[in-house]
């Protein structure tokens, strides 16, 4: 097997050892012990029968004893979680994905202070051909689909963060955050972990910071755009109820929304809004509306949309101060 195929075969596996039920140690050892096998030959060696085949009984039980931590002969919930990550981490976020790389950061406690659903760590993929300069930086924020998740872990390869790395969008360097929330998107956290990585990477450029979301994430990026608008360069919010509440502070941020005309009251609400802040003498608010799009099909025709890095990357806070 290629290595190109074999990356390609942990990540499939790996999705599917995110999908395991809660409840059932063996098949969580199976899905570990089905990749390890045919990946990691290293976890093999020395577990074979006489006839050469894998030992899966043996192996089985070296990887409950890696797992049980506490040695009671059963994994707990907290132990498959940790369980999942790790392998997630070890065999998936390792590796490089395009002309990015991925590293897991722990945000310091004031992130979890301000908001105990947002999870202490994100994924963080940096450039590997960097430009000399300072970098933006753009938030990824994912749907209600994500608060059932674990951990971040899952996010890795997701749909609404690789667009963002694919080959024809190389040339827009940039770090992307993902991280990960049990509940709706608190300002204040998402705020402190921006401040985190300011703090910790002295090329990113305070001035173009960007958030994209789906639709709760969507929403997360419009609350956050009206909690500090001066903290967002621009957000492109996608498929979610757009509140009207506090518009006047938003008339001079560049927003980019999107919706599907099947989506239900979120076809009519995008619109609305986009009415109302032009009312307001907003000259920065444009809206794309996918026709016969529902709100499953939205993302993949909203990421797919012609000239939007180009349009997003080109947004400065310094553009709005003169």
């Not at 976890?43 to 894998?54: E, I, L, R, S, Y």
Request: hydrophobic share 40%; net charge positive.
């Amino acid at each position: 097997m290629t290595p190109a195929a074999s990356q390609v075969a942990v990540a499939s596996r790996v999705r599917v050892l995110r999908d395991i039920p809660e409840k059932g140690n063996t098949m969580l050892l199976s899905a570990i012990l089905a990749v390890l096998a045919t990946m990691c030959p290293d976890v093999a060696d020395g577990q074979a029968d006489n006839a050469g085949k894998p030992d899966r009984e043996a192996m089985r039980a070296r990887m409950l004893k890696r797992i049980d931590a506490d040695g009671d002969g059963k994994i707990s919930q907290e132990e498959r979680a940790k369980a999942r990550s790790e392998f997630a981490r070890r065999h998936v976020g390792s590796g490089k994905q395009g002309n990015y790389r991925l590293e897991v950061v722990t945000f310091p406690k004031e992130v979890q202070d301000a908001d105990s659903n947002m999870d202490k760590q994100a994924l963080l993929y940096h450039p590997i051909n960097k430009p000399e300069g300072k970098i933006p930086l753009v938030v990824c924020l994912h749907g209600a689909g994500g608060t059932r998740q674990n951990d971040v872990s899952a996010f890795d390869g997701n749909r609404d963060v690789q667009w963002l790395m694919t080959p024809a969008n190389s040339r827009s360097a940039a770090r992307i955050l993902v991280p990960h929330s049990r509940s709706h998107w608190n300002p204040d956290a998402l705020n402190k972990a921006v401040d985190h990585l300011l703090r910790t990477h002295d090329d990113l450029d305070k001035d173009r910071i960007y958030c994209v979301g789906y639709s709760m994430g969507g929403l997360g990026a419009w609350n956050w755009a009206r909690h500090s608008p001066e903290r967002l360069a621009a957000i492109v919010p996608v498929a979610f109820i757009a509140s009207q509440d506090d518009l006047k502070k938003m008339v001079d941020l560049p927003i980019w929304a999107m919706v599907g005309t099947a989506d239900r009251q979120r076809a009519a609400s995008i619109p609305a809004m986009e009415k109302a802040m032009k009312a307001l003498g907003s000259t920065a608010v444009r809206t794309t509306v996918f026709e016969g799009a529902n709100h499953a099909a939205t993302p993949a025709r909203a990421w797919a949309q012609e000239g939007l890095l180009e349009w997003m990357f080109a947004q400065s806070l310094k553009n709005r101060r003169k």
